[in-house]
Nanobody, 118 residues
Framework: QVQLVESGGGLVQPGGSLRLSCAAS????????MAWYRQPPGKERELVAS???????NYADSVKGRFTISRDNAKNTVYLQMNSLNPEDTAVYYC????????????WGQGTQVTVSS
């Protein structure tokens, strides 16, 4: 059974940084696109950043220049480096991946809380 496990969330002051990790495990043939979403309190889930198997990235306008998504294909892991955090970045962050086992399916992690507050 495939699982996505996130780590790295927590409480940080405005202007600070955090690095999120999401590792996929289980019977994995390959992983196509990987992404990070977030759900702020009382709002809908939104795409933060995505990365293709070839390393092409895409970012929400609100995080461009501050967040960086990357992946380590050998470790089946995706990362989100978050810099210059502000209170509007407070949310539960979820990773997402299209995984072939060998059949394609989209998987979600359980979420990790990021709180930006002084």
């Amino acid at each position: 059974q495939v699982q996505l496990v996130e780590s790295g969330g927590g409480l940080v002051q405005p202007g600070g940084s955090l690095r999120l990790s999401c590792a996929a495990s289980g019977r994995i043939f390959s992983i196509k696109d990987m992404a990070w979403y977030r759900q702020p309190p009382g709002k809908e889930r939104e795409l933060v950043a995505s990365i293709t198997g070839g390393g092409v990235t895409n970012y929400a306008d609100s995080v461009k220049g501050r967040f960086t998504i990357s992946r380590d294909n050998a470790k089946n892991t995706v990362y989100l480096q978050m810099n210059s955090l502000n209170p509007e970045d407070t949310a539960v962050y979820y990773c997402n991946a299209e995984i072939y086992t060998p059949f394609p399916r989209v998987y979600w992690g359980q979420g990790t809380q990021v709180t930006v507050s002084s």
